[in-house]
């Protein structure tokens, strides 16, 4: 793909072109990835759920508790709202 620019707006946003979203699958709503890669940063399409997003929603602070699916579920959902809600 051939290099592509997006100006940042005042308020810190930036649009991704199309051939990228297209590239990373990504639309409304999806979550990208900023890693800092020494002189370069890398954006990526992040995962639905991370493995600490997971551990966190099951566990949470207790060692072991039995849960049903839908309880595991639900606690995923719960935790991932919670750490992307907007401020």
């Not at 370069?40 to 997003?53: H, M």
């Amino acid at each position: 793909m051939a290099i592509v620019r997006s100006k940042v707006t005042a308020q810190g946003q930036v649009s991704v072109p199309a051939a990228v979203r297209r590239k990373l699958g990504v639309g409304p709503g999806s979550m990208l990835e900023w890693a800092d890669e020494g002189d370069k940063v890398i954006i990526r399409r992040a995962g639905r759920f991370s493995s600490e997003d997971i551990h966190q929603a099951v566990f949470g602070k207790r060692l072991f508790e039995t849960k049903t699916v839908d309880q595991l579920k639900e606690a995923i959902r719960t935790y991932v709202r919670k750490r992307n809600a907007r401020d």
